[in-house]
């Protein structure tokens, strides 16, 4: 049970920080505020996939499937920060 809160805590927090990075690209225009919060949008499913893989089906393997968000969230803000190094 305390794993199942932790799961979804984590998933409130990526959609959390998400929205917070993107609100402030909007205000601010900085990029790298774009990427973070492109890559916390591909975080946020990843852990809610986690919640499903380990809480709701548990007997069903989710692994790759969950690490698919996650992968392109990292790739999205590998990209961002390789982009914005290059400048």
Known sequence: MLAASVYVLCTITS???AVLLLRGYGR???PLLLWSGLAFLGFSPGNALLVADAVILPDVDLSLI????????LAALLYGLIWEGSR
């Open 15 to 17: 959609l959390a920080c």
């Open 66 to 73: 969950r690490t698919i968000p996650t992968l392109i969230g």
């Open 28 to 30: 601010a225009g900085a």
